[in-house]
C-alpha cells in the first residue's frame, strides 16, 4: 500500500511548502485513509503509521527533515522503515528515495565526518605553525610577582594566586624549578 505523510505548517514550526506532496498525492489518486498528518514535533500520527505499516509499504513524505528532529533520529526511523522494507519516496531529497535510504544517510554521515575531522586536522596544523596551541603562558610578570609575595612570607599561596592571578599548580612548579624557599624567621 502507498502512504502520504505531511507535517503540516503549525504554531512555531518553520514554514514549508507542501504543495509539491499534495500535488503528488493528487496525481497518485491516494485516499484519506492513505494520508497522515501530524502538526508538531511530537510526531504522534507519524509513529502510529511506522507501527501499522506492512512489509513493502511505500511511503511519500516532503522531506526527511519531517521525520525526525535530529541525525540519530533519522537514522533510528530509516531503521524502522528498512526493517519492514518500506520504499521511501521523498520530494526534496530524491537521493534518499527508494529503498537503500538508510545506506545513502549512513555513508553521507560517514562522509560528514570525514570532512569535520580533515576540517579540524587543517585547523590544528595551522594554529601549530602560528604557534598557538596550548594554554597561553603566564606573564613573567605576574611569577615574578607572586615570587617576591612567596620570599616576602608575606601572604598565604592563597591570596599569592588571588592578588597575582598565578595559578597554584604554576606558582608551585615555578618554586620548585627556582629552588625558591620562604625565609627563615
Not at 13 to 23: A, I, L
Not at 149 to 171: E, H, N, P, R
Request: hydrophobic letters at 35%; charged letters at 25%.
Amino acid at each position: 500500500m502507498v502512504w502520504a505523510y505531511v507535517m503540516e505548517n503549525g504554531n512555531g514550526v518553520e514554514k514549508h511548502s507542501n504543495q509539491p506532496v499534495f500535488q503528488l498525492i493528487q496525481k497518485m489518486g491516494l485516499t484519506d485513509e492513505q494520508l497522515v498528518f501530524d502538526q508538531d514535533n511530537n510526531r504522534g500520527e507519524f509513529c502510529k503509521l511506522l507501527e501499522s505499516m506492512d512489509v513493502g509499504d511505500k511511503l511519500i513524505i516532503r522531506s526527511v527533515a519531517d521525520l525526525a528532529d535530529d541525525l540519530m533520529n533519522l537514522i533510528n526511523v530509516f531503521q524502522k522503515l528498512t526493517d519492514k522494507q518500506i520504499s521511501l519516496c521523498s520530494i526534496e531529497e530524491p537521493f534518499l528515495s527508494g529503498e537503500d535510504y538508510l545506506g545513502s544517510i549512513t555513508e553521507f554521515t560517514r562522509l560528514y565526518v570525514l570532512f569535520q575531522k580533515k576540517k579540524q586536522q587543517a585547523g590544528y596544523r595551522k594554529a601549530c605553525a602560528e604557534g598557538r596551541v596550548g594554554r597561553p603562558p603566564t606573564k613573567s610578570k605576574d611569577i615574578e610577582q607572586a615570587i617576591e609575595l612567596y620570599k616576602s612570607d608575606a601572604c598565604t599561596i592563597s591570596q599569592i594566586t588571588a592578588l597575582t592571578g598565578v595559578s597554584k599548580t604554576t606558582l608551585y612548579r615555578v618554586l620548585k624549578e627556582q629552588k625558591v624557599g620562604r625565609p627563615e624567621g
